[in-house]
């Protein structure tokens, strides 16, 4: 019967949340990142053998049995079919196996150690080695490396590696307002450290802040970082750990419209 997608997606978020609400974002949070968004899958879709074989391999991985849906479904290909699974990347096996020429390139651009390039450089963070923000910098970090520099702030003189950075950030927590996040940033050690500027340098006027985020987040080079990102930490899991609560669709919709995540 169609509809199986959606049926699989309500399994998966009410096993894996147990009708803990903030834990049901969490986990529709990484449905979405991987192209199952509720809201574009109904109970008459079609059943898809692409999309269902790539929605099993995520239950599985998720420990959600679905065996009695998948028996149960009705698959006949589907021409507009959507998603496909997010592309490999090539060259890379993993977040710590980042291009040594990556690696090297941040370096050289401050990338990591002070990102606003003013020459201080970030409060140390003791952070667990297993903690995301460790994985979602080295891949910030390389892909920034890799594109090159974008949109400097205007009015703020933020670099466009703060400022897509920042705008990481506020996705991977779901802040609500860039007065909220700059206001967090002041204060907050693991933000300035995640971003390579010193509290001195995280002291933003929230309006204009804003404004020169949005407008490095239009830009090409923009939209080219969040595609890597999102593939990357997809790749690696990162967005499902439970020290994050990311806004799925809003990361997306920062993506280019030819990415594939």
């Known amino acids: 019967m169609p509809g199986t997608v959606r ?5 998966i978020k009410d096993q894996r949340s147990s009708g803990n609400s903030v834990v049901a974002l969490t986990v529709e949070t990484r449905l979405v990142l991987q192209g199952f968004d509720p809201q574009r899958f109904e109970y008459d ?4 053998p692409g999309r269902l074989a790539r929605i099993a391999e995520i239950a599985g991985e998720m420990d959600v049995d679905i065996a009695d849906l998948m028996a149960a479904a009705d698959a006949e290909p589907d021409p507009a079919a959507a998603p496909e699974p997010p592309p490999e990347s090539h060259g890379t096996t993993g977040a710590e196996d980042l291009s040594q020429s990556a ?5 050289a651009a401050g990338i990591g150690r002070d990102a606003a390039g003013v020459g201080s450089r970030s ?8 903690h995301p923000l460790q994985g979602f910098r080295r891949i910030a970090d390389a892909a920034l490396a890799e594109s090159g520099e974008g949109y400097a702030g205007s009015r703020t003189g933020a670099s ?20 909220v996040f700059c206001d967090l940033l002041r204060y907050n050690t693991l933000f300035t450290w ?8 995280a002291d933003f006027d929230a309006e204009a802040f804003a404004a020169d985020r949005q407008d490095a987040l239009a830009s090409p080079a923009g939209r ?10 997809g790749r690696h899991k990162l967005f499902s750990s439970e020290r994050l609560q990311p806004n799925g669709r809003q990361i997306k919709g920062w993506m280019s419209q030819r990415a594939g995540a």
């Open 160 to 179: 466009f590696a703060v400022l897509v950075k920042a705008s990481l950030l506020i996705g991977l927590y779901s802040i609500t307002s860039d007065r």
């Open 123 to 130: 409060a140390a963070v003791d952070l667990p080695a297993d």
């Open 103 to 107: 690696q090297d390139a941040a370096r």
């Open 45 to 48: 879709t079609p059943d898809d």
């Open 194 to 201: 995640f971003l390579g500027v010193s509290a001195a340098q």
């Open 7 to 11: 049926r699989i997606i309500d399994r």
């Open 224 to 233: 080219a970082f969040f595609d890597r990102v999102v593939v990357e930490g």
